[in-house]
């Protein structure tokens, strides 16, 4: 027990001693006021503080396919077919799915009860061209008479003024009484009297409205006639465009009323594609005529033209309507086929750096950009993502220095020295 505790008592003995040597150097040093690097050493020390960094020149990458939208074939031209007339039908010749040529017949409707119409209609133009024919006959027939007549009392008239002439002068020489002589007076008169009412008759008749009636008559008749044979153009049912008759609701036997859909035909040939494009898509299309397009499955590539590109967005999608015209004689374009329309041919080439040399803060990302031995910071905004490279769509361009090493213990503004 005595041992341990002289052991224990040297020890501690030992250590006072050593603090006291280590405690007397550390006052002498500070006394001295001596710096403990050396001035030679202190340009040394600046010189490690500015990094070394690698760089490379931003230029274009490929970034992505080229750029597609999907759109469908629709037909270029859809035309409902309605019936005109009433009446059953008794004849289907076309079928639906068939292809009809414009004027081809589709359908017939029983014509019996216009055809009966027509013959009475043509029997009514008899008529009124007999009471016509009548009408002028009676017409020259009386105006000769009254001609005749009017002459025969003009002529006669004439006699009886010489009469009176000479029963004036025997009146005068006293040969004939004055009773005698007002008596033929008279007589004269009446006859200019009877004269004046036939002339007045001959007038009449040849301004009256008798044969003009006549002849109106007969001309509506015809004109029932020409409705009647227009309609029964309409008892058979054509094709008004050529195309594939898709829609055919009727069947023999069944009853029909102006207006009612018997057909609709659509037009595929031309085929037409229909897109509805968001803004930027249809920036791709705009001030072109032709747009190349294939039908996925399929390697060949086909080209449409542009017929309709909207300049005024739709306010309920938000989207540019596209129309366009293909030429599809063999038909193979069916309505409801999707097709893929190239809005670029080729890969787009873009501004993209490496993705490593990104320093991202939060929700902003930045680069660094030499510029002669300083950097600069640059918030950028990002695109698409290729591989190792990311499309930059702001805040750099191409053919500046990017930092590609280092970036992320730099600060804007801080010189730097290139590696080889």
Known sequence: ??????????????????????LSVAVISGCSGADPVTSAEAPAGQEQQIKTVK??????????????????VVPSLRMDVFAKVSGDVVQLLKNRGDYVNEGDVILKIDM?????????????????????KQGKEDYTNGVTEMNNSIQKMEQGIADLEKNYNKMRNDYDLGLVTKIELEQMETQVNNQKMDLDILQKKLATLESSDSLAAL??????????LQEIDRSLQHYEVRAPVSGILTELPVVVKATLSPGVQVGRIEQLNPAKISATLTEEAASYLRGKDEVTFYVPGSSEKL????????DVMNVDTKTYDL????????????PGTRVQ???????????????SSIVREGSDSYVFILKQEHVERRKVELGRLEGLNQEILSGVEEGERLVISGQHQLTDQEAVKVAD
């Not at 019996?112 to 016509?132: E, F, H, M």
């Open 55 to 72: 760089t490379t020149t931003i230029g274009k990458e490929k970034i992505g396919e080229p750029l597609e939208q999907v759109a469908e």
């Open 341 to 355: 329309l190239m809005l670029t041919e080729e890969e787009q080439l873009v501004v993209a750096v490496p993705t």
């Open 323 to 334: 129309d366009v015209e293909v030429a599809n004689d063999d038909l193979e374009l069916k």
């Open 215 to 224: 002849e109106v008559q007969l001309e509506s008749s015809q004109l029932t």
């Open 303 to 310: 080209t449409g033209t542009i017929t309709y590109l909207a």
């Open 1 to 22: 027990m005595m041992k341990h505790r002289e052991r224990k008592n040297k020890r501690n003995k030992a250590s006072a001693v050593l603090g006291a040597v280590i």
């Open 112 to 132: 019996d009860d216009v055809r009966l119409q027509r013959q009475k209609g043509q029997l009514g133009i008899k008529s009124a061209q007999a009471q016509l």
